[in-house]
């Protein structure tokens, strides 16, 4: 197996330690240039095929949520020792894969965008509650609707996940006045965390039945795929608001255009989608839905955070050190 030290040279006879391919950009990376070379191209995602016949002789990959790192695309880098992911999900990246090939997966798994996504999600809910881009559009086009909005205050926000997005997400929803509630599995009642943020635990059906307004903040895996269904949206509150900051893949997009449709969602914001990039859809024509592209944790301070703290983890790999926070159980086998 190859060593950490270990470093081939590409055709013009200098080494690839780390390869940005996709839009990663942050003070924390470009501080790691004078003890290792860096190569960036943000579109390379796009081409696999490229992308596998670039990784020879590279020991470092940097993603976000767009190349699939798959197995195939990690046996292609016979130097590759750390796979990056500039974001919380891996549904993107094969660890099992990276585990077996002594690969180690690093990821902004600390909660350095929690912040932006949540405020993300209430925006969102707010400009749904009080139809702010409907009303622009409105005036926009010579029109004065006054009909009265949504009030948040005082209703019930539901968190579908509690990890550290949805507990972010929580916080600020509790900050205007709303009375919080949760489900995940992986969290118990009496956790003090939840004390801490002021929000109760209920089971899921209880939840959705409960929630004026619903959020998702769930990683994707089998059990969480197309959670939100027919099935679920019908045991939604009539009129409920639906926010999906997670993984578009978490919830039936026909399902929620049908459910806003025959008037049983009061309107839904979705910041990820199934396929991405994507247009509207189906949702084309319904204005009580606010699609945005996938944006929740881009915001300035937050995408600094997660550089960081990746930049951090590369260092260490690089240097022949353990991940402080590896994905997988190998945080130093190569």
């Not at 040279?9 to 990663?24: F, K, Q, S």
């Not at 960036?40 to 992308?51: F, H, I, K, T, V």
């Not at 990821?107 to 925006?123: D, H, I, P, Q, Y």
Request: hydrophobic share 45%; charged share 25%; net charge neutral.
């Amino acid at each position: 197996m190859t060593s950490m030290s270990g470093r081939r040279r590409d055709a013009a006879g200098t080494r690839t330690d780390i390869l940005v391919a996709e839009d990663v950009r942050g003070p924390a990376l470009d501080a790691l240039a004078p003890r290792f070379r860096i190569e960036r191209d943000e579109d390379l995602w796009m081409d696999p095929g490229a992308l596998r016949r670039r990784l020879q002789g590279v020991r470092a990959l940097v993603v976000r949520n767009r190349t699939q790192v798959d197995r195939l695309l990690l046996e292609s880098g016979p130097d590759l020792v750390v796979v990056a992911r500039a974001g919380a999900g891996l549904d993107n990246v094969d660890v099992a894969a990276a585990d077996e090939l002594g690969i180690v997966v690093v990821a902004a798994v600390g909660g350095e965008n929690a912040r932006s996504v949540a405020e993300l999600a209430l925006g969102l809910a707010i400009a749904l509650a009080r139809r702010i881009v409907d009303l622009d559009r409105d005036v926009r086009h010579g029109g004065w609707d006054r009909s009265p909005g949504l009030e948040l205050a005082g209703r019930a926000w539901g968190l579908v996940g509690l990890g550290r997005t949805g507990l972010a997400t929580g916080e600020l929803a509790r900050g205007i006045g709303m009375d919080v509630v949760g489900y995940d599995p992986f969290v118990r009642a009496g956790d003090p965390r939840l004390d801490a943020a002021g929000i109760r635990r209920l089971g899921l059906n209880e939840l959705r039945r409960a929630a004026d307004v619903l959020s998702i903040h769930v990683a994707l895996d089998t059990s969480t795929r197309n959670l939100v269904d027919e099935g679920f949206i019908t045991g939604m509150r009539k009129g409920a608001l639906l926010i999906n900051v997670s993984r578009g893949e978490t919830l039936d997009e026909e399902a929620v255009a049908a459910a806003i449709r025959r008037g049983h969602l009061g309107g839904a914001a979705l910041d990820v989608r199934t396929t991405e990039p994507s247009g509207v859809g189906v949702f084309a024509g319904l204005d009580r839905v606010i699609l945005t592209p996938h944006v929740g944790g881009l915001t300035e301070a937050a995408q600094e955070r997660v550089t960081s703290a990746l930049a951090e983890e590369l260092d260490r790999v690089l240097r022949g050190l353990p991940a402080r926070a590896p994905a997988g159980r190998t945080a130093n086998a190569r």
